[in-house]
C-alpha cells in the first residue's frame, strides 16, 4: 500500500459510526490511512473497525463525545500521537419549526455541529503544532449552510457558523501548515432518508435538483480526497459545494 496517496498518514473521522462517517472511513482507508473512527457508539465502532482491517486497511475505534471538552481531550490523549488529517463529520439534524424547537433541542445541535467540531479541531491543531507538523483539517458542513429551508433553523445555524469558523482556523493554522476545508453536500441518500426520499415530497425535492437526483456517497469522494491529500496543499479556507448544482438551481 506504499504508492497510495495516503500511505503513512493517521486520520481521524467523527461520527464514523454509520452514513458518511463510515464511508468517509472506509474510502480514506482505502487510499492507504491508518483510520481511526471515534463515537459515542464503541459496538458499531468495533464492527465497523473489524470490517476495514479484513479488508486490508488499518482502522481503530476511539470512544468520544464531542460535545464534550473533557471527553474530546482524553480521546486524543488516550492515542498518544497527532493526527495528520481530521475529518469533523459529528452532527445531527435538529430538525423543527422555529416557533417548536425547545432550548435544550437547539443547545444540543449548537454544541454538536459547531462546539464539537471547534474543541476536535482544536485538540488536533495543538498536536500538530506541538512537533512542528502539518496537517489537514475537513469540516462536514451543508448546502443548508449556505442557503436555508423550512424547519431547520438550528441546524442551517449551525451549518453556517461551522463554514465561518473554517475560514476563521484556516487563517490562524495557516502558518502552522494545518490546512481547513469545508465540505458542503447537497441531499445525499442514506439508510436514513431513503424512506422520505420515496415519497411525494421527497420527489418534489429531487424534481428542483439541477442533475435531479440524489447525490450517493460516492459522489463525496473525489471532494474529500482533493483536501485532505497532496492534491490539495495550496487549498485552505475553501468552501466545496457537492450538490449536483443544487444551490445554483432557480427560485
Do not use: W
Not at 19 to 46: Q, S
Not at 97 to 125: W, Y
Not at 215 to 238: M, N
Amino acid at each position: 500500500m506504499t504508492d497510495l496517496p495516503l500511505s503513512g498518514r493517521t486520520a481521524l473521522i467523527t461520527g464514523a459510526s454509520g452514513g458518511l462517517g463510515l464511508h468517509f472511513a472506509r474510502l480514506l482507508a482505502r487510499n492507504g490511512a491508518d483510520v481511526t473512527l471515534a463515537a459515542r457508539r464503541m459496538e458499531k465502532i468495533k464492527a465497523a473497525c473489524e470490517e476495514i482491517t479484513a479488508s486490508g486497511g488499518m482502522a481503530h475505534g476511539l470512544e468520544m463525545d464531542v460535545s464534550d471538552a473533557a471527553s474530546v481531550t482524553k480521546a486524543l490523549a488516550s492515542v498518544g500521537r497527532p493526527f495528520d488529517i481530521l475529518v469533523n463529520n459529528a452532527g445531527i439534524s435538529g430538525a423543527g419549526r422555529a416557533l417548536d424547537i425547545s432550548e435544550a433541542e437547539f443547545d444540543a445541535v449548537m454544541e454538536t455541529n459547531l462546539k464539537g467540531a471547534f474543541l476536535v479541531a482544536q485538540g488536533v491543531a495543538r498536536a500538530l503544532k506541538a512537533v512542528g507538523r502539518g496537517g489537514a483539517i475537513v469540516n462536514v458542513a451543508s448546502i443548508l449552510g449556505l442557503r436555508t429551508g423550512g424547519g431547520v433553523s438550528a441546524y442551517s445555524a449551525s451549518k453556517a457558523g461551522l463554514i465561518h469558523l473554517t475560514k476563521a482556523l484556516a487563517l490562524e493554522f495557516a502558518r502552522d501548515d494545518i490546512r481547513v476545508n469545508a465540505l458542503c453536500p447537497g441531499y445525499i441518500e442514506t439508510d436514513i432518508n431513503r424512506e422520505f426520499f420515496a415519497t411525494e415530497p421527497g420527489q418534489a425535492l429531487i424534481r428542483r435538483i439541477p442533475q435531479r437526483r440524489l447525490g450517493r456517497p460516492e459522489d463525496l469522494d473525489g471532494a474529500l480526497l482533493l483536501l485532505v491529500t497532496d492534491a490539495g496543499t495550496y487549498i485552505t479556507g475553501t468552501v466545496l459545494v457537492a450538490d449536483g448544482g443544487h444551490l445554483v438551481s432557480s427560485l
